[in-house]
């Protein structure tokens, strides 16, 4: 299954995925994610350094997959901070799209 | 309402200031979030699934026209233009970046408001009945006393790292709308058999992933004694209750697993210590405190009834309202009015910033500049002149804040749930929304009358599932939302704690599910019982049937 990094952004709380590009992005869509154990590895160290750093709080390593050509999350929660909640569609990244 | 001394003010700025300077040490990367974490919480910031989230306190429910415009212009400048009203009777802001919190705290404090202690293992907000010092059926105003105990409680030192978090709810009418017995300390005010005013005292009742009712811990505790005794009970619980395991640190555990005899010894014994010391109220101080709430300027009656009935029989919609969202006053010629939160089909509690400003005119305007925030995430205005009902229905009609559901069906609690909370397993709003369409009906709802449901997405038991007449509880099973039913919780001075009925269901089936539940008791029950009076005549056995089939022993 492949991985991108989840975690929030430390100056405003936004959740921020980071993937092989190994920039920070706001959008799921625009994580390229881990598909080997070196790539996931190499994810979860660079989420620990931009958290040393203080820039980012709790980067967690999270399960996608793609679907008719989209990246979603695997897990509810997670899905739920990469959409925006399902109650406000006007509100959370959902609206940006 | 109360007015705060310079004292408080310089307490709130302060601590604006000094969590301000911590803002800055985190974002300039010299405190990690381990260290930061506490710091936050301290001041009411979490941070969720989407942002940081911000409570602000609402100290016993009680907000000034002034601080809900405040809250209006704060929500609409650094948040999305609406708030979240909690079952603790605060306000909460979903999107929350941390660079704003010193302006916001900055914001919050020129009105006296803060998030201190709406977080982490010390005393929280003190929560009370919404309709304190106006209510008809009061027997005394219980703010007084909140006040004492928020003034007591607010970085009391020895308190501040308690084994976990401490609630403390007050009522002075023998009708619970505050859900003391939901709390680690509940209080009920009233008079005993020779006029003298007093507490019962109950201890360890609580909701979560163990809930209890609270235990009468004393029948009878004279006024003057409410904070040596409490501060009784808080010792003895920072002494005792478990700090090895976070499920078990609740007063409410150590009161189960002591019982609350020994509890019952142990407290008045240390009380009998600090009883009559630094912590007593002699009645001079009492008055001073009463005297800085604002009492209001009531007015002769004008005769308006006659009025008002030719305006009701003119407008059916004014008639529903009026008969639906008015509570007696115990002044001639006023009236509560419960203002609904929680419209059909939309999310329980929130309301947007617009409306907080339109609400806060309207304050000025009809109910002498005061609101209240009840624990069912609406709000109250306590002085309405019956002459005005009109008017402020009309202007309620504008801002879409007229639903009329006071204490019906549809005017459920409901948490965040997985929409906004870190901690949630489940959605919660969604389902209550879709509850509230299945039941919009208003005549459907009168006819099935007052009936309670809570709903939580986690164990955690935000929304009080465990005391709605209907709990529903959102679990997470295999990444699919499954929604638990219980059945026969009260919130009320006949408190109870409501069981799970059987198996879960899916979003839609729970929502159908309620409807057979409700149409069982429809059927069954006799005439002028409510749910939860039918529920404990007859048991669970005819809702299960209808919604699992007969079982073995019925079939």
């Known amino acids: 299954m492949p991985h991108v990094v989840i975690a929030n952004r430390l100056r405003d709380g936004i959740v921020v995925f980071l993937g092989t590009s190994h920039q920070w992005v706001e959008k799921l869509s625009e994580c390229s994610p881990a598909q080997s154990e070196a790539e996931e590895e190499a994810l979860i160290r660079l989420g620990q350094e931009a958290s040393d750093r203080q820039e980012i709080v709790d980067p967690t390593l999270i399960e996608v997959e793609e679907k008719e050509g989209v990246l979603h999350a695997v897990k509810m929660r997670e899905a739920m901070r990469a959409m925006g909640p399902t109650v406000r569609e006007d509100l959370g990244k959902q609206a940006e799209n | ?555």
């Not at chain 2, 909460?92 to 006296?112: F, K, T």
């Not at chain 2, 549809?410 to 919660?428: E, K, M, V």
């Open chain 2, 1 to 555: 309402m109360y007015q705060y001394d310079e004292f408080d003010r310089e307490f709130v700025e302060q601590r604006a200031k000094q969590f301000a300077r911590q803002v800055e040490r985190r974002l300039a990367g010299e405190l990690p979030e381990d260290k930061f974490k506490p710091l936050r919480l301290m001041n009411g910031l979490y941070l969720q699934l989407h942002a940081y989230m911000l409570r602000i306190n609402v100290p016993y429910g009680c907000l000034s026209s002034e601080q809900m415009r405040k809250l209006a212009h704060v929500s609409r400048l650094y948040d999305k233009s609406y708030g979240h009203l909690t079952t603790r009777q605060n306000m909460q802001l979903n999107w929350i970046r941390l660079v704003d919190m010193p302006e916001i705290l900055n914001e919050l404090a020129s009105v006296n408001m803060h998030g201190i202690q709406s977080s982490g293992n010390c005393i929280r907000n003190i929560t009370a009945d919404e309709y304190a010092g106006v209510a008809a059926d009061e027997i005394e105003d219980p703010r007084i006393y909140c006040e004492f105990l928020r003034q007591w409680s607010s970085l009391h030192p020895e308190f501040s790292f308690l084994p976990r978090k401490f609630k403390i709810s007050v009522t002075g009418s023998p009708n619970d709308r505050a859900a003391v017995m939901a709390h680690d300390i509940g209080l009920r005010l009233y008079k005993n058999e020779e006029g003298e005013s007093g507490f019962e005292v109950f201890v360890g009742g609580g909701l979560g992933r163990t809930p209890f009712v609270g235990k009468s811990i004393r029948t009878f505790l004279p006024t003057e004694h409410i904070l040596s005794y409490c501060e009784a009970i808080l010792r003895v619980y920072n002494q005792l209750g478990r700090r090895d395991n976070k499920y078990k640190a609740r007063i409410k555990v150590l009161v189960h697993e002591t019982g609350i005899d020994k509890i019952r010894e142990l407290v008045e014994a240390e009380w009998e210590s600090i009883r009559d010391g630094a912590l007593n109220l002699p009645e001079e101080d009492i008055a001073l405190i009463r005297a800085r709430f604002t009492p209001p300027r009531y007015e002769a009656p004008l005769d308006s009834e006659d009025e008002l009935k030719a305006l009701r029989e003119k407008n059916p919609d004014f008639d529903r309202w009026v008969d639906q969202q008015l509570a007696e006053h115990k002044q001639p010629g006023y009236s509560i009015v419960n203002i609904s939160c929680t419209p059909i089909g939309k999310p329980p509690g929130d309301i947007s910033s617009d409306q907080m400003e339109a609400v806060a005119d309207l304050a000025d305007l009809y109910s002498m500049g005061e609101l209240r925030v009840t624990h069912n995430q609406n709000l109250v205005f306590t002085d309405v002149r019956r002459q005005d009902l009109f008017k402020l229905w009309q202007a309620l009609v504008e801002i879409d804040l007229e639903t009329a559901n006071h204490g019906l069906i549809t005017d459920t609690i409901c948490c965040p749930g997985l929409d906004y909370c870190a901690l949630a397993n489940a959605r919660s709003i969604p389902v209550a929304e879709k509850i509230s369409n299945a039941f919009a009906d208003h005549e459907r709802q009168k006819e099935i009358g007052e009936i309670y449901i809570n709903m939580s997405g986690c164990i955690n038991a935000c929304g009080h599932h465990h005391v709605g007449n209907i709990g529903i509880l959102g679990v997470d099973k295999k990444n699919s939302e499954l929604y638990q039913l219980m059945l026969g919780g009260s919130a009320k001075e006949d408190a109870s704690i409501g069981k799970i009925l059987g198996r879960g269901f899916d979003e839609d089936g729970i929502v159908t599910a309620v409807e057979n539940v409700v149409d069982t008791y429809l059927e069954i029950r006799t005439d002028g019982e409510t749910f939860i009076e039918t529920h404990r005549r007859v048991g669970d056995d005819p809702f299960k049937e209808r919604l699992y089939g007969a079982s073995p022993k019925t079939r």
